[in-house]
């Protein structure tokens, strides 16, 4: 059967078609995946108001990509106390967010409880809030560092109050690739394992795949199709997320962005492969503002958030160092054609703006 009806039929696709949907016109592509993004959410496109919080950048691993942790190239090494996470928190949770979003760098130095008692801190001062943090890379450093199986790992975050896991240090899955840019991180596989150990306790996860740098489509695919294969098993992961690659400070030299229409082939793609994941996040802050809103026609149905803080991407170039005020935000939507719709982070509707 034609590629084209089997996508209109519902059926899913194998890694081969998945990878010839690239040579499809971007209109065409796109409207297959709108046709799937509107009937699943009609013009609705979610958003939280969150905060995230970066306590850390000293990192014990070093990513070729990364513009974040203290290095010869960015050297203002900090942590954080928890009197200072706490304080951010709140006055966060006073202006309306919902979610802090806290990730770290590996840093080596803190200690386990440093870790642990800010979840427990943030906790006791607002039960309400849901704490999403802890990348699956930081449980694989935590459980390497201080010799914790990752089960141990993960009980001590819910013990102390984790709600959800964001969805960073999966970067690319290709092994070889994974190598270069981020040798001796998580691997693929235990990345997988420990959001299958957090799934099988009930609990939900995010996905991102980061790409743009040196991967090839064919590699993204593979990408998608290991979380399509983990989600088959647990449906545990709420959004995915592909990143895409900012180029400032670091130490991966890549000259160009992708273009526009290579990003919006790959979000539309991802909304195609990905049929058990239920939301493809463009994340402003990756890709701009601009085309995260066009995204939302091309099988993205989520937006991230108004951030108020963030230092990760903010590093290597992006524009959310400072977030984005909510007025604001809620009017693009609005302006591209869109129902802002405020969800919490597990995707319950609070308000429709
Ligand atoms: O895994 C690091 C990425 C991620 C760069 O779960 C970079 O809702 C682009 O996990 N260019 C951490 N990206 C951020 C993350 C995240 C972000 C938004 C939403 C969610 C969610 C999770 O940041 C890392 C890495 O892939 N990153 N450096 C860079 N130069």
Redesign the pocket.
């Known amino acids: 059967m034609d590629l084209v009806e089997k996508i209109k039929n519902g059926e899913r696709v194998s890694f081969d078609e998945a990878l010839k949907l690239y040579d499809l016109e971007l209109d065409v592509l796109g409207e297959l995946a709108d046709n799937i993004r509107v009937s699943k959410y009609g013009k609705k496109s979610y958003f939280n108001i969150n905060r995230h919080i970066n306590p850390t950048n000293i990192c014990a691993d070093i990513?070729k990509?990364?513009?974040?942790s203290a290095t010869r190239k960015n050297p203002n090494p900090y942590a954080m106390s928890h009197e200072e996470i706490v304080s951010i928190a709140k006055n966060s949770y006073a202006n309306g967010a919902k979610e802090v979003?806290i990730?770290s760098a590996h840093n080596p130095e803190v200690g386990l409880e440093w870790y642990m008692g800010s979840y427990r801190a943030v906790r006791e001062a607002l039960p309400d809030i849901h704490i999403?943090a802890l990348?699956a890379?930081e449980v694989d450093f935590l459980s390497r560092h201080y010799g914790h199986s990752y089960d141990t790992i993960i009980d001590m975050m819910i013990a102390n109050g984790v709600d959800s896991m964001?969805?960073?240090?999966?970067?690319i899955f290709d092994e070889e690739v994974r190598e270069f840019l981020c040798k001796g991180k998580v691997t693929s596989d235990q990345w997988i394992e420990i959001h299958q150990k957090w799934h099988e306790r009930g609990r939900e996860?995010?996905a991102?795949m980061?790409f743009g740098h040196i991967e090839s489509r064919a590699h993204r695919i593979d990408h998608m199709m290991r979380l399509r294969n983990l989600q088959d098993i647990t449906g545990g992961f709420n959004?995915f997320?592909p990143?895409?690659?900012?180029?400032e400070n670091?130490f991966l030299k890549v000259e160009n962005y992708l273009t526009a229409h290579e990003i919006l082939k790959t979000y539309a793609i991802s909304r195609i492969v990905l049929d058990n994941i239920p939301h493809i996040?463009a994340?402003w802050?990756?890709s701009t503002i601009g085309l995260a809103l066009i995204a939302q026609e091309y099988g993205c149905d989520d937006m991230?958030g108004t951030i108020e803080r963030e230092a990760?991407?903010s590093a290597?170039?992006?524009a959310s160092s400072h977030g984005m005020p909510l007025g604001e935000f809620v009017g693009l939507i609005k302006n591209a054609g869109f129902t802002p719709v405020e969800r919490d982070s597990l995707y319950n509707e609070l308000k429709v703006w």
């Not at 990509?65 to 974040?68: D, L």
């Not at 964001?166 to 970067?171: D, K, L, Q, Y």
């Open positions: 990513c990509f990364c513009a974040y979003h990730v999403k990348t890379a964001p969805g960073g240090g999966a970067e996860s995010n991102t980061l959004a997320i990143l895409v690659y900012q180029k670091n996040k994340y802050a990756t991230d990760i991407q290597a170039g992006a």
